[in-house]
């Protein structure tokens, strides 16, 4: 990454609040997805025949396992994805965790409701190959899903981690010149690049095969997934006394940094794979990025010493108003 200046701190870096309330939320709700499919199982078992459908395809059962091995199997798989991306997080500023409990609840939740709603389903059923996979058992790990997901957004709140530095805005930083009580604001829009029209253009024709080759309703996930490309490729920056922000359609909310956390902004560039492994919202280690394509991008130094990129044009720019407007917030 090329930029002017890195972030200095005499001091290390104070971790991250609420650690605690975070193992805690990505090791409950697994732990309560399983131990309750686990029990339903349990109560069933007697029903269950010893050979189960353990996988489906465009014409039905295409594969089987022994009673044992598709509990065990599926209780792995969410215990190990949970813990997985759970760890993945550890590091990553209080945001970027509480997006990632949210995962880890949608997940387990709904990974827990199919695998183990799919086994249920099969009481009494003699001949796996006879075994069938419900649409509704999808909308029911949905909404499972969606609860667990919620609940660890709001037992994981975002809290304000304390400055390791609190350096002035430095001399040659970018700014504009700033009255007294004048208002001052900056907007924009992320700059996407041309990986756009390829991704959007793959997910409608994986829609539209799947719609094909399975079940109409199986292309619910590909037009989600252009949903959420749209909303990410075109996200307003915006830039005033409140901070930066930066939003989608009015209601999606992908970053925001107060102007009381910024130390000092400046124009910068990122490769986005290279650095943040891919496009959208990304959290690394005291980092955090809203991507939507290598080049130029805003990169703000907060006083706690996390940075926060966006890609957008006019970062220079953008950098100058926020400056103008952290000095003058010092200088009150």
């Known amino acids: 990454m090329m930029?002017?200046?890195?972030?200095?701190?005499?001091?290390?870096?104070?971790?991250?609040?609420?650690?605690?309330?975070?193992?805690?939320?990505?090791?409950?709700?697994?732990?309560?997805?399983?131990?309750?499919?686990?029990a339903l199982v349990a109560g069933s078992w007697s029903q269950l025949p010893a050979v189960v459908a353990s996988h489906w395809g465009p014409n039905g059962v295409d594969g089987t396992q022994t009673l044992v091995a598709y509990t065990v199997t599926a209780t792995a798989f969410v215990v190990g994805l949970s813990l997985l991306l759970a760890l993945v997080a550890w590091g990553m500023p209080g945001d970027g965790r509480r997006v990632m409990a949210t995962t880890v609840g949608v997940m387990s939740g709904f990974l827990g409701a199919v695998l183990y709603g799919a086994l249920l389903g099969q009481r009494g059923v003699t001949d796996p190959s006879a075994a069938t996979l419900p649409p509704g058992l999808f909308l029911v790990g949905a909404l499972v899903g969606a609860t667990l997901g919620a609940v660890a957004w709001m037992l994981n709140p975002v809290l304000?981690?304390?400055?390791?530095?609190?350096p002035a805005v430095p001399a040659d930083a970018p700014r504009i010149p700033l009255a007294a009580g004048e208002r001052l604001v900056w907007f924009g829009w992320t700059a996407a690049g041309s990986w756009l029209v390829w991704v959007a253009v793959a997910l409608a024709a994986l829609g539209c095969f799947v719609a094909v080759v399975a079940r109409p309703w199986a292309a619910v996930g590909p037009a989600f997934g252009i949903v959420m490309l749209l909303l990410v490729a075109h996200a307003r920056v915006v830039v005033d006394a409140d901070?930066?922000?930066?939003?989608?359609?009015?209601?999606?909310?992908?970053?925001?940094?107060?102007?009381?956390?910024?130390?000092?902004?400046?124009?910068?560039?990122?490769?986005?794979?290279?650095?943040?492994?891919?496009?959208?919202?990304?959290?690394?280690?005291?980092?955090?990025?809203?991507?939507?394509?290598?080049?130029?991008?805003?990169?703000?130094?907060?006083?706690?010493?996390?940075?926060?990129?966006?890609?957008?044009?006019?970062?220079g720019e953008a950098a100058a108003v926020l400056n103008a407007l952290v000095t003058r917030a010092a200088d009150a």
């Not at 005499?10 to 399983?34: C, D, H, K, M, S």
């Not at 304000?160 to 609190?166: L, N, T, V």
């Not at 959290?283 to 010493?305: I, K, N, P």
């Open 3 to 38: 930029t002017t200046r890195q972030p200095t701190s005499t001091t290390q870096r104070p971790p991250v609040p609420g650690t605690g309330r975070y193992a805690a939320t990505v090791i409950a709700l697994p732990a309560l997805a399983v131990v309750t499919g686990l």
């Open 160 to 166: 304000p981690r304390p400055d390791s530095a609190i």
């Open 243 to 315: 901070g930066l922000r930066v939003t989608s359609a009015g209601i999606v909310r992908w970053l925001r940094v107060p102007l009381s956390s910024v130390a000092y902004a400046e124009r910068s560039e990122l490769q986005a794979f290279q650095e943040f492994g891919g496009f959208g919202l990304r959290f690394r280690a005291d980092q955090r990025a809203f991507v939507t394509r290598s080049g130029e991008a805003l990169r703000v130094v907060q006083r706690d010493g996390t940075r926060t990129y966006v890609s957008v044009d006019g970062a």
